[in-house]
């Protein structure tokens, strides 16, 4: 497993998925969340289409209906529901924040899943990272708010997708992959337009902020799936918690948020709790 390629990647698709989850919020305001959704998935779907004919790729793999692929579409179109709900209604930064509890999801699964062995101390810097992100919540004695409710089901929803592409047949490509994974968001957003508000005739801009998402979209995608086949689970899944930073900084600089100081500790924290734990790997 060549971890140090997978951490790589890890970063640079959390990069693109903080600059995709801008033009999504940004396009959530001026049109409904499942409409945004199914455009979304749209735009997507037709590059990873248009990638995978260049290449010569058959667009549907003979395996999209196995086992691991239907519970990869399941997940898919639950995750991507929910958080773009919580990325439309809630700070970009706070809800970037929970979704830094994914790797602890990832983690532990893939334990007894995939048989990966993780000893005390990356289980200890896993913690560490995790109890950044609770003093990043601050969850009060009335439990988390529904916006970060939407958030934690979408987390869950992520962490299913990433186990279900690691066990997604080895011939899909990563196109095959980008095109089911799209049509599910088009699935998502059908079921979040029934309650989001009505069809609306979105603006040119609108139309190139979607279109911006989906291209960067694609890129983060292709990154992501090539993350999680590349390293072991549990060495390159802490690197999830880049995107944090990606999302404060364009939180601060975009939509004025201002974290406090427990925010800016709690990332701290997450941010050296993913550094020690490739540390220790590559020692090993």
């Known amino acids: 497993m060549d971890n140090t390629k997978g951490s790589f990647l890890m970063v ?49 793999h003979p395996q999209w209906r196995s086992k691991p692929m239907l519970w990869r579409a399941f997940f898919e179109i639950g995750g991507r529901l929910f958080f773009t709900l919580a990325i439309a209604f809630a700070p970009l930064s706070t809800v970037s924040a929970v979704l830094q509890a994914t790797p602890l999801f990832v983690s532990f699964a893939a334990i007894f899943l995939f048989g990966e062995k993780v000893g005390p101390k990356r289980w200890i810097a896993m913690l560490i990272g995790f109890a950044g992100v609770l003093l990043i919540l601050r969850p009060g004695p009335e439990g988390l708010e529904l916006t970060a409710l939407f958030a934690l089901l979408g987390t869950i929803g992520f962490a299913g997708r990433d186990l279900a592409t690691r066990a997604s047949p080895a011939t899909m490509t990563n196109a095959q992959l980008g095109v089911s994974g799209f049509t599910m968001l088009v699935i998502a957003g059908v079921i979040a337009l029934t309650f989001s508000g009505g069809l609306v005739m979105p603006t040119p801009l609108t139309l190139a902020k979607i279109l911006a998402a989906a291209v960067i979209g694609v890129i983060a995608y292709s990154a992501l799936t090539g993350a999680m086949r590349s390293g072991e689970v549990s060495v390159v899944s802490p690197f999830r918690y880049s995107r944090l930073i990606f999302a404060m900084l364009i939180g601060m600089i975009v939509f004025g948020e201002n974290p406090d100081a427990w925010t800016i500790a709690g990332s701290v924290l997450i941010v050296l709790s993913g550094l020690y734990t490739v540390i220790r790997s590559r020692k090993r």
């Not at 995709?20 to 289409?49: H, N, R, Y």
């Open 12 to 60: 640079a698709a959390m990069a693109c998925f903080a600059v995709e989850d801008m033009f999504l919020k940004s396009a959530t305001q001026q049109v409904p969340v499942g409409l945004a959704l199914i455009l979304f998935g749209l735009m997507g779907g037709v590059i990873f289409a248009g990638m995978g004919r260049v290449r010569g790729e058959d667009l549907i």
